[in-house]
């Protein structure tokens, strides 16, 4: 069978969590089951015990940050027990500048313990605050970073490219100018495959991470590549992506 990568999925918000784990296998689809707070790690961790293609995240959405001070306290030591983390980052699209300091504050102690640790593989959101995520995530020497759904700006991009960082793409970019623009520009060794489901639709429904395999024609036009081509592309970047984490992969 061909493998496929999707390179971040909330697997734990979808009504079935075990039964979506259990089709990724199945489509022999690698996925990275990122998590929006420290508990849900916990459970999602569960799932992926003896999976070949799924692993957990540990995470603390940028959103999520002001509402659970105290999470970050939970977060970091779960960080020594996966080599995935996320989803983490920065939003600053309702966040006030309080809360923008506090979500900086976070996801720099989220850094720093990662880089204690021997690096790890981060999946980060950055929505309308990528040139400070970027800044923080400079530090992170001996991590692989994966921007996921990228939208900032090209200066930040060119930024982002020279400083090593990978970036998850998933169908709803493609259905913006500013997505497209973005798609086009990121070179061909740095772009992964994502589904962000169950928050992305596709068709009307949400998207689950087996189904990248479809999304990936869309993709791959802008790219001006053919399918099986870019399908082998993200392979080889997804594993180059993960060889950069310190930890054994588990």
Partial sequence: MM????AHCHVDQYPDPRAEVGACESAQTYTIAVTNL???FVRT?????????V????GLHPELVARFPGAVEELLPLLAR????????LDYTQASPNDRESQR???????ATCEQLGGRVLTVHTRR?????LELLCDATKSSIILHWFSGSMKVLARAVEAGCFFSVNPAMARSTSGRKILEAIPGDRILTESDGPFVKHGGRELHPFEVRDALGEIARIRGSTVEEFRSIVLQNFRRAVSLGGAEDR
């Avoid at 493998?3 to 999707?6: A, C, I, L, S």
């Avoid at 504050?105 to 850094?111: D, E, G, P």
């Avoid at 605050?129 to 995520?133: F, N, Q, T, Y």
């Fill in 129 to 133: 605050a990528a040139e400070d995520a």
């Fill in 105 to 111: 504050k976070v996801l720099a102690r989220v850094v």
């Fill in 82 to 89: 996966t080599k995935y983390v996320g989803e983490i980052g």
């Fill in 45 to 53: 961790e569960r799932l992926c015990v003896g999976r070949s293609f």
């Fill in 55 to 58: 692993r957990a995240a540990a």
């Fill in 38 to 40: 420290p508990r849900e």
């Fill in 3 to 6: 493998r496929y990568v999707d």
